[in-house]
């Protein structure tokens, strides 16, 4: 029997050996060397002593290591916020738009900023911030205010990277979110105008109680992308605002590539990856995503 089947399916085993193979080499083989790495402390033309869990128990002992860790919850907390929250308003309002061109130019306008890098993005926002001749210090000193500088002012270092990250990402969301809309039954907005419901009515007791599994999903997503943020961080931290905004990834970046202590990042990789598979698991049982499916 189970050679019959074999023979049945080979031309699908074969297929599949391919994609084995680049899980394998790339997936599965990077995960046990970093496992070895992680137990040694490493010398730079190769080889290295083993030093069993010594590693782990260093990073632990790091207070820059638990820094980061408060950076990573406090700036993920208010990402996923308003990751959730302003997509699924803009959501709402473009299907709200009577008119079908305004609502296709203003989707475009707000999903063009997630297509650029956060290279890109950063140098657009260092030169907007600037307290020299950035556009937004120019209009507070038309309002006579003073210059702030948002990007080395540790106390605007982090409300301004959350509202960056909420700036390139809603369009994404509001992407799925608008797509959860447009999917509804519209007899059931039909029904409701019968009934005399108004648009307000409409939106509060349809529309957001039938996009909760949505939100749901959104939610998981913005978590995990928040659990690893680095880019945005990596380019618009300096000397003044490193301490503040210093995250996991940038952490292990920060030991592996600048300090060459290899075994050390390698044990704070594994220990990121344990605290974000942690976080997802607590998430996914909190807002019980596997019951829910999207509207």
Request: charged content about 15%; overall charge positive.
């Amino acid at each position: 029997m189970g050679k019959l089947r074999l023979r049945k399916y080979a031309q699908l085993y074969l297929m599949a050996i391919p994609t084995i193979a680049y899980f394998l080499v790339f997936s599965i083989y990077p995960i046990i060397q970093g496992v070895h790495t992680s137990t040694q402390k490493p010398r730079l033309l190769g080889g290295g002593d083993y030093v069993g869990l010594a590693n782990y128990r260093e990073v632990l002992k790091d207070r820059t290591f638990w820094q980061a860790l408060t950076n990573t919850l406090v700036l993920s907390g208010g990402m996923i916020a308003l990751g959730v929250i302003v997509p699924f308003v803009v959501a709402i309002a473009l299907h709200e738009v009577p008119f079908a061109s305004l609502r296709k130019l203003t989707q475009t306008v707000i999903y063009t900023p997630h297509l650029f890098s956060w290279v890109v993005v950063g140098g657009i926002w260092i030169q907007v911030l600037s307290p020299d001749r950035g556009l937004v210090n120019e209009l507070l000193k038309l309002f006579g205010a003073r210059p702030i500088h948002f990007l080395a002012d540790t106390s605007w270092i982090r409300p301004t990277l959350i509202l960056l990250n909420s700036w390139k990402g809603t369009g994404y969301n509001a992407v799925i979110y608008y797509a959860a809309l447009s999917s509804l039954d519209p007899q059931i907005y039909e029904a409701a105008t019968v009934d005399g419901a108004s648009r307000w009515q409409k939106i509060t007791k349809l529309t957001v109680p039938l996009l909760l599994p949505t939100v749901g999903v959104v939610f998981m997503l913005s978590a995990v992308g928040a659990l690893r943020i680095f880019d945005q961080v990596f380019i618009l931290r300096n000397a003044a605002t490193t301490r503040t905004i210093n995250v996991l990834m940038t952490y292990v970046y920060d030991l592996g590539m600048v300090q060459f202590r290899l075994g050390h990042a390698t044990a704070a990789s594994f220990l990121v990856a344990l605290v974000g598979l942690f976080t997802v698991g607590f998430l996914r049982r909190a807002m019980r995503v596997d019951q829910t499916d999207l509207a």
